[in-house]
C-alpha cells in the first residue's frame, strides 16, 4: 500500500521522544575512568604533595618559634628573629595561595632561614658557629637532591627525571669533597658523621634506576636531609668541648631548625619542578609498543650437513 492510500483521518506516528531530565543527567554523570588514565595519575600526577607542603611547612614554623625559648647557647642571641622566622613559614604554610605561589614562598622562607643561620642568626644560627661561610654547600646539597629525588620518585616515566637527578649530583660534589675532609679530623664524631653524609649521596644513585622500579621518595628525602645536617652538631660539639646540657639542647634545637628549613625548601623546590614540568610528563606513553625483532636470515647449510637432514 503506497502512502496516497493510507487513511486520512489517521496520524503518522511520531518519533519517539526524550526526557530532557534524563539527558542532562546523562551528560552530568561521571565518565568512567580508564586504565590507562589512572596509570597516568599514578606516574605523572597533578599538584603532589600539596597537603604535604602545608603540614610540613606548620610543623616548621613552629619549631622555628619554639627556638626561641631555648636556653641561649650564643651571648648575642636575638629571640626575635626566631619568632620572626616561624610567623613567616606558618603564613607562606597557611595563606591561601596557590599551588606554585605556596611552593615558591615556602622555598624562599627555608633558604631565608638557613642563609642566616649561616650569619650567625636565626633559627638555624648553629651553622654561623659550627661550619661558618661552608654552610652554603649544605644548603645547596640539602635542599638540590631531595628535590631531584622527589622529583624522580614522582616521575619516574618522565624522561626528563633523570637530568634533574645528574643535575642536582653534580651541585653536591663540592659538599663530598668537603665531606671527605673531614675523615682527617681527629674528632670521631665528625668522622662518623661525614662517612653518613657521603652514604647518603651514594644512596642517591638508586633514583637512576629503570621506571618500573618505584621508590620511596618522600622516606629517602627525609632521610638524605638528616644525613647531610648530621655534621653541623658534630661539629658544634668540637667548637663547644667541654659544653652544658643547656648548650647541647640549644645546637641540637637548632640543626634541627636547619634540617627542618633546607626540608621544607627541598618541598618547595620539588613542586616547583613539578608544576613546570606536568604537561610534559603526562604526555607519557603508557603502553608502549615493544621494538619489532630483526629478521634473522636461515642460515646456510654447512658441508656437514647429510642428505638425510637437508630433505
Not at 591561601?96 to 642568626?121: F, K
Not at 636531609?225 to 653541623?232: F, K, L, T
Request: with cysteine; charged share 15%.
Amino acid at each position: 500500500m503506497t502512502p496516497d492510500a493510507l487513511d486520512v483521518g489517521q496520524e503518522p506516528p511520531r518519533p519517539p521522544t526524550r526526557d530532557p531530565n534524563r539527558d542532562r543527567s546523562e551528560s552530568l554523570a561521571p565518565k568512567p575512568l580508564l586504565a590507562s588514565e589512572a596509570l597516568k595519575d599514578e606516574l605523572a600526577p597533578h599538584e603532589p604533595l600539596a597537603r604535604a607542603a602545608k603540614v610540613t611547612g606548620v610543623l616548621a614554623g613552629a619549631w622555628f618559634a619554639a627556638t626561641a625559648l631555648a636556653p641561649a647557647w650564643r651571648p648575642a642571641g636575638q629571640p626575635w628573629l626566631e619568632l620572626a622566622a616561624g610567623a613567616l613559614m606558618l603564613a607562606a604554610s597557611l595563606a591561601p595561595l596557590s599551588y606554585g605561589n605556596r611552593a615558591l614562598a615556602i622555598l624562599l622562607c627555608g633558604v631565608g632561614v638557613t642563609l642566616t643561620g649561616i650569619g650567625g642568626s636565626g633559627p638555624a644560627s648553629v651553622l654561623g658557629y659550627a661550619v661558618g661561610e661552608w654552610g652554603v654547600l649544605y644548603l645547596i646539597a640539602a635542599v638540590s637532591l631531595p628535590a631531584a629525588l622527589l622529583f624522580r620518585s614522582h616521575y619516574r616515566a618522565y624522561h626528563g627525571a633523570r637530568p634533574v637527578l645528574a643535575s642536582a649530583l653534580v651541585l653536591c660534589l663540592p659538599f663530598a669533597i668537603l665531606s671527605a675532609f673531614g675523615f682527617d679530623d681527629a674528632t670521631p664524631a665528625i668522622q662518623v658523621t661525614s662517612g653518613i653524609a657521603l652514604a647518603a649521596l651514594g644512596v642517591a644513585l638508586l633514583g637512576f634506576m629503570g621506571s618500573q622500579a618505584s621508590l620511596s621518595g618522600g622516606a629517602l628525602a627525609a632521610g638524605i636531609v638528616a644525613a647531610i645536617a648530621s655534621p653541623v652538631p658534630a661539629h658544634a660539639g668540637a667548637r663547644l668541648e667541654p659544653a652544658t646540657v643547656w648548650e647541647w639542647l640549644s645546637v641540637s634545637a637548632s640543626s634541627l631548625a636547619f634540617a627542618g628549613a633546607t626540608g621544607v625548601a627541598a618541598l618547595g623546590g620539588f613542586q616547583l619542578l613539578a608544576e613546570r614540568h606536568w604537561k610534559r610528563a603526562r604526555a607519557v606513553d603508557v603502553h608502549p609498543v615493544p621494538a619489532e625483532q630483526p629478521f634473522a636470515a636461515p642460515s646456510a647449510p654447512s658441508l656437514t650437513d647429510t642428505w638425510n637432514d637437508r630433505r
